[in-house]
């Protein structure tokens, strides 16, 4: 049951602590710690192993893996004795990587992008690819008309139309190429009509979007609580602070804007109105791949008194995120596996900004994944 994971972004502090950390855990060296998949509740032989999974992709920058390795171990981001320990092994990863295609129309890139994930496929053997985008966030597009249905997109593409977003046209490729996708950031993906319809017609699921790791996972926890005591919130309004490649691409307005859209859907969702307040987003070089976040949320209670809370939160945004990339890439394999098609709704615990009409609230998105990975069969 092997499964290849092909990551958009592979060089990046996300994707090589993502492969570092499955090296790690097939070797031995390392816990599951913040592996949803392996919480007892979880576990099923339907679902790929850590070890079943073989990693590739592309990124536009050309750093070895080894050396964007030791540069986390240096940060603190991974355990250096693990880089030092596995060297050998993230070079053979090194072999799977492929430059982003520059030049052309996008239908020709497309179609490079499709061939190497197909080649990558053949040449290791996996019964199945999952292409996981962990690039940097994109600003929302322009609406076009090549994004409505799967006929005037090809028309557009091969008419030398640049319609999509990369992350568009990511998904466009790994369904060409008959692998499904995961969008693990606030960008488009296969959200498009277009691409919907072009990942049911070739009988492949897809999920996203956002990874939720931090202030909006705590988010998730506590407006259900406000909610459920009839707890009426007046305001919340949160300061994020990061580091990093991801912290200043955020610094441009319109991934800024996608982000912090994003991270505040949870609340407007779960409470049933919008509060006032909003999250702001801003790059502090020095912080690296870690972060910060703090929280004001006002409420008003009984007699109408009002009261407030204050929480914060510091975290590493790889080492949070990485275990959900492997969560994601062996249950959405599973999926493929098990035959499902189009959007993965079930997935919505691991995201901000999940697809479909689906709770946002922690406990009940728990609840639709338990019951997703029990319907997967063994």
Same mark, same amino acid.
């Given at each position: 049951m092997s499964t290849g994971v092909w990551l958009v972004g592979a060089r990046?502090?996300?994707?090589?602590?993502?492969?570092?950390?499955?090296?790690? +855990?097939? !070797?031995? &060296?390392?816990?599951?710690?913040?592996? /949803?998949? $392996? =919480?007892?509740?979880?576990?099923?032989?339907?679902v790929p192993q850590v070890g079943d999974l073989v990693f590739g992709g592309h990124d536009i920058v050309a750093t070895p893996l080894l050396k964007k390795a030791e540069a986390l171990g240096e940060a603190g981001v991974v355990p250096a004795r +693990?880089? !030092?320990? &596995?060297?050998?092994e993230l070079?053979? /990863?090194? $072999? =799977?990587?492929?430059?982003?295609?520059?030049g052309g129309t996008q239908a020709e890139i497309a179609a490079t992008v499709a061939a190497d994930i197909a080649a990558f496929r053949d040449r290791t053997g996996v019964d199945r690819v999952v292409v996981v985008n962990v690039s940097t966030t994109e600003s929302l597009p322009a609406p076009h008309p090549a994004h409505s249905d799967v006929d005037t997109l090809r028309a557009a593409l091969a008419g030398g139309e640049d319609p999509l977003p990369y992350s568009s046209l990511s998904a466009y490729a790994a369904f060409t190429a008959g692998a499904s996708y995961v969008d693990f950031t606030p960008s488009t993906g296969a959200r498009l009509p277009a691409l919907d319809a072009l990942a049911r017609d070739a009988g492949v699921p897809y999920a996203g979007h956002d990874g939720k790791t931090g202030e909006t996972l705590v988010k998730s926890v506590l407006a259900p609580m406000f909610a459920q005591r009839n707890l009426a919130v007046r305001s919340w309004s949160g300061l994020n602070l990061l580091g990093g490649?991801?912290?200043?691409?955020?610094?441009?307005?319109?991934?800024?804007?996608?982000?912090?859209?994003?991270?505040?859907r949870v609340l407007a969702e779960t409470l049933g109105y919008e509060p006032q307040g909003n999250t702001r987003i801003?790059?502090?070089?020095?912080?690296?791949?870690?972060?910060?976040a703090w929280d004001l949320v006002s409420f008003t209670g009984f007699l109408g008194v009002r009261m407030r809370m204050e929480f914060s939160w510091h975290g590493c945004d790889s080492a949070l995120a990485a275990p959900l990339v492997l969560?994601?890439?062996?249950?959405?394999?599973?999926?493929?596996?098990?035959?499902?098609?189009?959007p993965l709704p079930e997935l919505a615990f691991f995201f901000k900004d999940p697809i479909g009409d689906v709770p946002h609230g922690l406990s009940e998105q728990w609840h639709l994944l338990r019951e997703f990975v029990a319907g997967l069969g063994a």
């Amino acid at each position: 049951m092997s499964t290849g994971v092909w990551l958009v972004g592979a060089r990046g502090s996300v994707a090589t602590t993502s492969v570092l950390g499955a090296l790690a +855990l097939r !070797a031995g &060296l390392a816990a599951p710690t913040g592996c /949803v998949t $392996e =919480h007892p509740e979880l576990r099923s032989a339907a679902v790929p192993q850590v070890g079943d999974l073989v990693f590739g992709g592309h990124d536009i920058v050309a750093t070895p893996l080894l050396k964007k390795a030791e540069a986390l171990g240096e940060a603190g981001v991974v355990p250096a004795r +693990l880089v !030092a320990a &596995l060297g050998e092994e993230l070079a053979a /990863v090194e $072999e =799977h990587l492929r430059p982003v295609p520059v030049g052309g129309t996008q239908a020709e890139i497309a179609a490079t992008v499709a061939a190497d994930i197909a080649a990558f496929r053949d040449r290791t053997g996996v019964d199945r690819v999952v292409v996981v985008n962990v690039s940097t966030t994109e600003s929302l597009p322009a609406p076009h008309p090549a994004h409505s249905d799967v006929d005037t997109l090809r028309a557009a593409l091969a008419g030398g139309e640049d319609p999509l977003p990369y992350s568009s046209l990511s998904a466009y490729a790994a369904f060409t190429a008959g692998a499904s996708y995961v969008d693990f950031t606030p960008s488009t993906g296969a959200r498009l009509p277009a691409l919907d319809a072009l990942a049911r017609d070739a009988g492949v699921p897809y999920a996203g979007h956002d990874g939720k790791t931090g202030e909006t996972l705590v988010k998730s926890v506590l407006a259900p609580m406000f909610a459920q005591r009839n707890l009426a919130v007046r305001s919340w309004s949160g300061l994020n602070l990061l580091g990093g490649g991801d912290g200043a691409n955020l610094a441009a307005p319109g991934p800024n804007a996608a982000k912090s859209a994003s991270k505040q859907r949870v609340l407007a969702e779960t409470l049933g109105y919008e509060p006032q307040g909003n999250t702001r987003i801003e790059y502090v070089d020095d912080l690296g791949d870690f972060k910060t976040a703090w929280d004001l949320v006002s409420f008003t209670g009984f007699l109408g008194v009002r009261m407030r809370m204050e929480f914060s939160w510091h975290g590493c945004d790889s080492a949070l995120a990485a275990p959900l990339v492997l969560d994601l890439a062996r249950l959405v394999g599973a999926a493929h596996r098990a035959g499902r098609v189009g959007p993965l709704p079930e997935l919505a615990f691991f995201f901000k900004d999940p697809i479909g009409d689906v709770p946002h609230g922690l406990s009940e998105q728990w609840h639709l994944l338990r019951e997703f990975v029990a319907g997967l069969g063994a």
